[in-house]
């Protein structure tokens, strides 16, 4: 009989402390979210076809404080063992640099957008369309920096048709690596990005998910 009120007391005691994990993770995301979104209407800027600019914070000048923040939210979010960070040249390179200090200073890579002499040896290839352009390109990324032992971890700064993000998965999957999810600072909610990603059985993750703003106000979808 004392033997199971131990138990039950042990058993009620790691539920309350796991409780209370639990309670501080959620916490903390939501404060984290708050932050974001705050910033995000401060300084983003709304213009016509739903583009979103976020260049004075995140893609242009770069606000290394938030980045560090947006590093720390992508590590809870993938505690995962991942080996390497990828992303696409220019405007992921920032944030995965600075986030991967949070993942054991692992390597970035990054996915380039034109040939050049100084790519060489075989090359994993995928074609994209850019949303902002309009243009069709390819991008590369030599064969050496993704391994099939590898445990890669994508990141960019926005998903919009998920062009961008559906060529580095198939990059990831071109090297025979295993992709644990995706991390994207603000997704647009309005288009069908996010779904595509999330319809192929990926993990992925988004810190703000803007709504579509047909009234020319930014809101963002409860997560």
Request: hydrophobic letters at 45%.
């Amino acid at each position: 009989m004392v033997f199971l009120q131990l138990n039950s007391s042990l058993i009620s005691l790691i539920l309350t402390a796991f409780g209370a994990r639990m309670i501080k993770k959620s916490n903390e995301m939501e404060n984290f979210m708050k932050l974001l979104e705050e910033r995000i209407l401060k300084d983003g800027v709304l213009k016509d076809g739903g583009i979103l600019k976020v260049d004075s914070f995140l893609n242009h000048q770069m606000d290394i404080g938030l980045l560090q923040e947006i590093g720390k939210e992508f590590r809870r979010l993938f505690p995962e063992n991942i080996t390497r960070i990828l992303t696409i040249e220019a405007s992921g390179i920032g944030i995965a640099t600075i986030a991967a200090q949070y993942f054991d200073n692992i390597p970035v890579v990054f996915a380039k957008k034109s040939m050049s002499k100084n790519l060489d040896g075989d090359l994993l290839t995928s074609k994209v369309i850019s949303y902002t352009k309009g243009l069709e390109f390819d991008i590369f990324v030599e064969k050496k920096f993704l391994s099939p032992d590898d445990n890669i971890l994508i990141i960019d700064d926005f998903l919009a048709n998920g062009q961008a993000l559906n060529g580095l998965i198939d990059l990831v999957n071109g090297s025979g690596a295993n992709l644990v999810g995706c991390g994207i600072v603000i997704e647009k909610g309005f288009q069908d990005g996010g779904q595509i990603i999330r319809e192929k059985g990926v993990h992925l993750e988004s810190l703000a998910i803007v709504e579509d703003p047909k009234d020319g106000k930014l809101c963002f979808r409860e997560q």
